[in-house]
């Protein structure tokens, strides 16, 4: 892994699936925080409804949920795992929410929706293997990366239905996305057809994560569509669409951190 | 290879000492915090069920619902806690306001489905061949059992001017709701021009739960004036959020009033005849497929034939709470394209008025389209981001509860927006975004449909360059004209007003056109032929 003299291959080697995982969180983070000053975030709708905090407090209290994981992220760097938990709970809570106050489309399947967000700091909250022969703060413990494909594989199922139902905001993305990228009007019946091929997609390589399957070309194909399908909300809305694909950075990048371990770290057999 | 650094062993180490003890710790200590936190959240959500009438069959809260034509049109919406075999609503003409005048003489057959959990049953009556501005009593009728007598108005004739109260987000604070709801009713009592009641959605907490449609039926009462419903003219916001909806059947939303399942079906536009077309949206469907195409037909066709254009929807395209919806990218477009006059919002809770609107920038008076919203019929409200270029004066954004007053009048639109007090938040006035009725207009044609029935042909500039033709039906006041042997021996004078609010008049085998922007020399000769059945009067330039 070290031995190349050439400056790609240390660089290449320096991507690890620890490091893609604390810049996934980092960015996730940042897009907490845009959403925070530009809208209002889940959690803030929380404290309105049902404790009865009003602003500008809910807006302080609302900002300082997003810094305090901004600083979390930080301890976690330097060394303290209890700032990986912090936001690991901030995600959560989160996705909580969205599945009981953040009244919408499929909003029972937020929690394995936002699996994935919550997965990746919780990831880094556990060690690394003490067995493996790595970089330092390279590989992951093998409970961190068994819960990534679980969360990746949940996060992809839970898509997979949503598209396989033409979710409305699916059909609005493919709308923009076939007039605006490619040129030609779809009719939306056509686009439906289209969503339910993507939602078996999604679903067919959802099953090997969520069976640990370790099958590389699987995590790969996640991790580019993840990523096309978080950068769709800025195709759609333009930067209104920022904060919500940085927040979804989690949706491509933990299928990364995976397909990066299974290639250069794992040494198990069913590789 | 190169060695890990940390000492740690993760959870391969000491249960009670080092990292893994810590971090059992952490994951004790915060998913106890986040146990807690979600308990929170599923308790808070549970409510208490609303007392049930002893007889499963008594109609319960019958409600008036506006759809497409409000002039002779009106769905009577109910629901029972049982099935019931029979429902039906009987009505008929009353001479005022008063509930009990001349006997309800017509039957109307409703059609009925199940809530999904089958505790209420929805019954739907369509009210057909009302006539304008004239009040209706009705009951509901299930069974043997039946509802008290409720009066409705129907929506006025073109020449008239009218008002519609609106507002969002009657959610989450069934107290403040009421308070709004009573509001409501002091200005519909001291204003009898106003005609309906138009809703911009999430009317409770999750529209999956029957017992919150339950206390927003009970709570909506207070909007009553005595025995006067204010039709509703509702729309979906995304807490009625419901996957039957999804497979495209019907949910509590679709029950409650009255509406089609599906989500190609909670869309719609109501013709205030040629004076408003109220376009209602559903944000929570796809908004750029086919929803899109309807809003731009839909679009097209009221920029030909009506005086105001009104869009009524969820999820705001100038926000001044949260983020930017869809609704910009989809049909914000379409309406700067038709010259829409206002745009109704909701969903962030707050009392807000844009600038005038038009490419993303500030516009003239003229030309810019005013969004105004944003839900504030009992949701707890939020502090606006008055930072926003399109709230900054002459726009406004307050954290107050309110409801807005829509004033339409042949030349202006008024807007107001009060407070639970009856004080007045705020207040603006446009002028007509289209030309409509004041270009030079043409009579082509006319078509006698039926006693006190005309429908003409008329054809006006548009753009200066293209000629289009509109159609205006004349429905109410029959016209004094009966078929006549021969032109000449028509009355002297009968007149009437057009629903686009041009003088008719019938002289001497002559029909002529007169008013605001009709072409003096719009008289065309009139032909009768009696023994056409039809009374089809064919008319010539």
């Known amino acids: 892994m070290t031995g190349s003299g050439s400056a790609w291959t240390r660089a290449a080697a320096s991507i690890t699936p620890r490091r893609v995982l604390v810049w996934v969180v980092f960015i996730q983070i940042a897009g907490a925080a845009a959403a925070a000053y530009g809208g209002e975030i889940p959690v803030e709708s929380w404290m309105l409804y049902r404790t009865g905090l009003r602003d500008p407090w809910l807006v302080v209290a609302a900002d300082a949920m997003v810094w305090s994981c901004l600083a979390a992220a930080l301890a976690g760097v330097v060394g303290y795992r209890a700032g990986w938990l912090w936001i690991t709970v901030y995600f959560g809570i989160d996705a909580v929410i969205g599945m009981t106050v953040e009244v919408g489309a499929f909003m029972e399947l937020t929690l394995p929706a936002h699996a994935v967000r919550i997965a990746a700091p919780l990831a880094l909250v556990f060690a690394p293997d003490p067995d493996d022969d790595q970089p330092p703060g390279g590989s992951l413990h093998p409970v961190a990366i068994r819960l990534l494909m679980v969360a990746a594989g949940l996060t992809f199922a839970a898509h997979g239905i949503e598209a396989f139902a033409a979710h409305p905001r699916f059909v609005d993305y493919l709308v923009v996305f076939t007039h605006d990228g490619l040129g030609f009007e779809v009719a939306q019946s056509q686009l439906e057809v289209a969503l339910k091929v993507i939602g078996v997609i999604d679903l067919a390589v959802a099953l090997p994560a969520l069976l640990l399957r370790r099958w590389s070309s699987v995590y790969a194909y996640m991790a580019i569509w993840g990523t096309i399908a978080a950068a769709s909300r800025v195709v759609h809305g333009g930067l209104n669409g920022l904060p919500e694909m940085l927040i979804r950075s989690a949706n491509g990048g933990v299928a990364a951190a995976i397909v990066i371990f299974l290639m250069v770290y794992d040494r198990t057999d069913d590789a | ?541």
């Open chain 2, 1 to 541: 290879m190169i060695e890990p650094t940390t000492p740690d062993t993760g959870l391969h180490g000491s249960p009670t000492h080092g990292s893994a003890g810590r971090v059992g710790r952490h994951v004790r200590t915060w998913g106890s915090l986040v146990v807690w936190l979600a308990s929170m959240v599923v308790v808070s959500e549970v409510r208490a069920a609303e007392p049930e009438p002893t007889d499963p069959r008594e109609p319960q809260h019958p409600r008036v619902v506006w759809q497409t034509d409000p002039q002779t049109s009106a769905t009577v919406v109910w629901h029972t806690r049982g099935a019931g075999h029979s429902h039906s609503v009987r009505f008929g003409r009353v001479p005022s306001e008063e509930p009990y005048g001349p006997e309800l003489t017509q039957t109307a057959r409703a059609q009925s489905h199940a809530e999904f959990e089958g505790r209420a049953h929805f019954h739907y009556a369509h009210l057909q061949g009302l006539s304008p501005d004239t009040t209706y009593g009705f009951v509901a009728r299930t069974d043997d059992r039946q509802s008290r007598r409720w009066t409705f108005r129907t929506a006025p004739e073109d020449s008239d001017a009218f008002s519609l109260l609106y507002g969002g987000d009657s959610r989450s604070d069934p107290q403040m709701r009421r308070r709004v709801n009573r509001l409501i009713r002091r200005i519909a009592k001291r204003r009898d021009d106003v005609v309906g009641f138009v809703h911009g959605g999430d009317y409770t907490n999750l529209g999956m739960n029957w017992n919150g449609w339950q206390q927003w039926l009970d709570d909506h009462t207070e909007t009553y004036i005595d025995s006067r419903q204010l039709p509703m003219i509702p729309a979906r916001g995304n807490h009625e959020y419901s996957r039957a909806n999804l497979r495209g059947e019907l949910d509590n939303y679709n029950g409650v009033f009255g509406l089609p399942g599906g989500p190609d079906n909670d869309y719609w536009a109501t013709e205030f005849g040629h004076q408003l077309t109220l376009i209602t949206l559903d944000s929570t469907a796809s908004l750029g497929g086919r929803q899109r195409d309807w809003l731009e037909s839909t679009l097209q066709t009221a920029d030909r034939s009506t005086r105001w254009i009104v869009a009524n929807y969820h999820h705001p395209a100038y926000p001044a709470v949260k983020s930017p919806s869809g609704t910009r990218v989809h049909w914000t477009p379409l309406f700067e394209k038709y010259d829409l006059d206002l745009a109704c919002e909701s969903d962030g809770h707050v009392l807000k008025r844009t600038v005038p609107i038009r490419d993303g920038r500030r516009a003239s008076r003229s030309e810019g389209i005013v969004y105004v919203g944003e839900g504030g019929l009992g949701v707890p409200q939020r502090d606006p981001d008055r930072s926003r270029w399109y709230l900054q004066s002459p726009g406004i954004a307050r954290s107050v509860h309110h409801v807005q007053l829509l004033t339409f009048r042949r030349d202006e639109l008024i807007y107001r927006a009060y407070g639970l007090d009856g004080e007045l938040l705020d207040r603006w006035r446009q002028e007509p975004h289209r030309q409509f009725g004041s270009t030079p207009v043409v009579l082509v044609d006319a078509r006698w449909r039926s006693p006190g029935e005309i429908q003409l042909e008329l054809s006006r500039p548009v753009d200066g360059r293209t000629r289009r033709r509109l159609r205006a039906r004349l429905v109410g006041t029959p016209i004094s004209v009966a078929p006549q042997p021969a032109a000449d021996t028509a009355p002297e004078e009968a007149s009437t007003t057009l629903s686009v609010n041009f003088g008719l008049e019938v002289v001497g085998g002559m029909i002529q056109l007169h008013g605001p922007g009709v072409q003096t020399n719009a008289a065309v000769p009139v032909t009768i032929d009696p023994d056409d059945p039809s009374w089809w009067w064919h008319l010539g330039l």
